[in-house]
Each structure stands twice: as structure tokens, then as C-alpha cells.
Nanobody
């Protein structure tokens, strides 16, 4: 079993920055892949950023150049630095993980269907 607990999030004005973190515990071996997805009201869930076991990263087109995913293996923590935030980034953000041999670009879109996820954290960007 794996537990994922997010922290961070909150409210910010457009152009601002936020940092999300996800603490993972349990059996997070080499094959345990992680990333972030989000769900905005009335919209489908969207894979936002992924990082695979080789350290390769993948991003949704809508966040490229603004969001950065990183991991601290020593602390079993996944981070998402979000800069230049826009009102359309407003959503609940989830940390997700599952055992997979796929690369980051391959599982980016599958993040909403990953077996393990955190409780979600609200990000609100105002104009």
C-alpha cells in the first residue's frame, strides 16, 4: 500500500507562484511512478506533470514553461513549482502514483487513472 499526502496550494493572483508537495509513504520502489493531475469545475481531469524513474519529465502543453516537477528521493517527496499562474490553472490538484514501466510522456495522460492518489489540494488563481 502507498499513501500520498499533498500540501501547499491556496489562493494567488494571476502571475503569482505556488508550490505543491506530495509526501509518499509505503512501498515506493523503483517502479513506482508519480505525477500531478488536476480537475477544474466542469472540466475533465488533466495530467499536468509527470516524472519517471529515469528522471525524465513530461508536461501538459498548457503548463509547459511555467510548471516544474521535481522529486526528492531522500525525502520521498514530489514537488510541483507553479509560476506565472493563470486563472485557468484554478483546479483541485492531485498527486498520483502507480507501478508502471512507462516513460513520463507515456503515462502523463494516464495519471488520473493511477491507483493511488492524495486527497487533493485547491489552487485558486484570481485576476
Amino acid at each position: 500500500q502507498v499513501q500520498l499526502v499533498e500540501s501547499g496550494g491556496g489562493s494567488v493572483q494571476a502571475g503569482g507562484s505556488l508550490r505543491l508537495s506530495c509526501a509518499a509513504s509505503g512501498n515506493t520502489n523503483t517502479w513506482f511512478q508519480m505525477g500531478w493531475f488536476r480537475q477544474a469545475p466542469g472540466k475533465e481531469r488533466e495530467g499536468v506533470a509527470a516524472i519517471d524513474s529515469d528522471g525524465h519529465m513530461a508536461y501538459a502543453e498548457s503548463v509547459k514553461g511555467r510548471f516544474t516537477i521535481s522529486e526528492d528521493n531522500a525525502k520521498n517527496t514530489l514537488n510541483l513549482q507553479m509560476n506565472s499562474l493563470k486563472p485557468e490553472d484554478t483546479a483541485i490538484y492531485y498527486c498520483a502514483g502507480d507501478y508502471s514501466s512507462l516513460t513520463a510522456i507515456e503515462f502523463l495522460g494516464r495519471l488520473p487513472r493511477f491507483r493511488y492518489r492524495g486527497q487533493g489540494t485547491q489552487v485558486t488563481v484570481s485576476t
